[in-house]
T-cell receptor, first 115, second 112 residues
Framework: GAGVSQSPSNKVTEKGKDVELRCDPISGHTALYWYRQSLGQGLEFLIYFQGNSAPDKSGLPSDRFSAERTGGSVSTLTIQRTQQEDSAVYLC?????????????FGDGTRLSIL | QKEVEQNSGPLSVPEGAIASLNCTYSDRGSQSFFWYRQYSGKSPELIMSIYSNGDKEDGRFTAQLNKASQYVSLLIRDSQPSDSATYLCAARSAGGGNKLTFGTGTQLKVEL
């Protein structure tokens, strides 16, 4: 596809359930990032992948959050035992490489609502 | 203390005027800076990037960087109602991995 694709676009689930969010980066982009944006907050970094490796997981809020990337392409972010504070828009971005000047291009996000 | 600071606004300017959006950052190791535009309910869209001190122009947009003052700005000339959005400033440092650190954004309203 032309841009970063994320699915689902919206997810509503009950507290305590597990959710899986998917990101398909721009073709050929080796670097992939997950952020989340809560109401009234700035974008908060979660995790960064270079290829299938995650050199920086420092933003994951707790051990309920995990992510993986396979084939250097699609990534999934999994939240286990969801809590209401997990409600946010989860944004995925990709860049051509990990160079510091490389811009990151965002997908449309997954709006997660925990009831 | 937030690492990237922006005035939340709203900043209101009349159509055709120059809109000036400002951003300060605390990490002196920050080396590259990005401005994103975000319409309500949409994802951030890259507008400008700047890495060196001075001005960088692209169409109606000019980004300005002053590393000594730790200050980045975005000027929008001939503002249009379609420019009404939230503008996010982001910084990236070599020592901070590859993550972008974002400000909370400035809401711009261009009025007819």
């Amino acid at each position: 596809g032309a841009g970063v694709s994320q699915s689902p676009s919206n997810k509503v689930t009950e507290k305590g359930k597990d959710v899986e969010l998917r990101c398909d980066p721009i073709s050929g982009h080796t670097a992939l990032y997950w952020y989340r944006q809560s109401l009234g907050q700035g974008l908060e970094f979660l995790i960064y992948f270079q290829g299938n490796s995650a050199p920086d997981k420092s933003g994951l809020p707790s051990d309920r959050f995990s992510a993986e990337r396979t084939g250097g392409s699609v990534s999934t972010l999994t939240i286990q035992r969801t809590q209401q504070e997990d409600s946010a828009v989860y944004l995925c971005a990709s860049s051509l490489s990990q160079g510091i000047n490389q811009p990151q291009h965002f997908g449309d996000g997954t709006r997660l609502s925990i009831l | 203390q937030k690492e990237v600071e922006q005035n939340s606004g709203p900043l209101s300017v009349p159509e055709g005027a120059i809109a000036s959006l400002n951003c300060t950052y605390s990490d002196r190791g920050s080396q590259s800076f990005f401005w994103y535009r975000q319409y309500s309910g949409k994802s951030p869209e890259l507008i400008m990037s700047i890495y060196s001190n001075g001005d960088k122009e692209d169409g109606r947009f000019t980004a300005q960087l002053n590393k000594a003052s730790q200050y980045v700005s975005l000027l929008i000339r001939d503002s249009q109602p379609s420019d009404s959005a939230t503008y996010l400033c982001a910084a990236r440092s070599a020592g901070g991995g590859n993550k972008l650190t974002f400000g909370t954004g400035t809401q711009l309203k261009v009025e007819l």
